[in-house]
């Protein structure tokens, strides 16, 4: 176990099962159907530092978010935070202790404040909630200073969601996160709903908190250039899988596996002006029906027949963990 580990997951999974009904499943004959939307992830990440997850739309990352933070329960493997069984705890009423620790950003935060709602108690909510601090002045006065530590004024707490910018109403999300002084914060996608002007700022505030505060993150991004500012070290995901897990310098400098080589390629290049960019090629498949061997081969100009018979296992090599024949046979 790694030692100075704040997260570790291990070998973590996820099936929803989205069969049809039983009874249509009977009448038309129709099999079960299990989406692997996340299928034995392990990870860890250490403390004071930043996991960055990327990959395209449905490859499982809000999956993974979700039983980061306890939404879901694994149907496998699990997680240890600072040492402990995260979901067996969860389970016991000292779960509550542990809660408080790991808060979740959402993408939409239209979405996901209350609009109904005064921000002062949209912040205060988890104060109360974790009995922290009881409804009063005192409460009141931590609500002015989180949302000082989010460049925002005390005196926004007498508003309402809608009286506010995206970037605006993304800092009182993280304020609300921020309530109960946790250690570890779940962030997924928090700026990609945001004009890029406002995502630089938000971005820089949550790289301050971290400073200021030692909070860990895993930072789930379908954009690289994002990541690129935040991460300190990068997992690629493919269809419910990490194919790749690297140091952000290294994994920007000597991409190996074709798919994050890919992602790459396709981010517009600032010095090179002119050069164009390559779009990502081909579709993610279906993950009810996920191709043989290694998922990306019907997308991955390197395939051969052990790429289409064999799951390529995530290993050391070169330096860093990949999943990929091609690399481990030094085809590439
Ligand atoms: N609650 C759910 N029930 C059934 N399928 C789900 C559920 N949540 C996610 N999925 C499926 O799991 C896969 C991964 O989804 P998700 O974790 O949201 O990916 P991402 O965040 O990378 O876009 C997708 O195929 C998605 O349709
Ligand atoms: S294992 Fe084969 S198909 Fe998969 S990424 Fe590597 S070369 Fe491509
Ligand atoms: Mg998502």
Redesign the pocket.
Known sequence: MNRAALVQAEDLAKI?D?SAPWLNRVLERKPRQL?H?VDGVSFSIERGRTLALV?E???????VARLLVGLYEPTRGGMHFDGQDAHAAFKRPEGRKLRRRIQMIFQDPYASLNPRWLVRDIVGEPLREHEILQEGPALRARVGELLQSVGLSPLDMAKYPHQFSGGQRQRISIARALATQPDFLVCDEPTSALDVSVQAQVLNIMKDLQRERGLTYLFISHNLAVVRHVADQVGV?YLGRLVEVADKARLFEAPQHPYTRMLLEAIPKMKHTGEARTPVQGEVPN?LNPPTGCTFHPRCPHANARCKAERPPLQMLRGVQVACHAVEENRI
């Open positions: 929803f989205v989406l939307a990959g739309s449905g490859c499982g990352k809000s999956t995901m993950p």
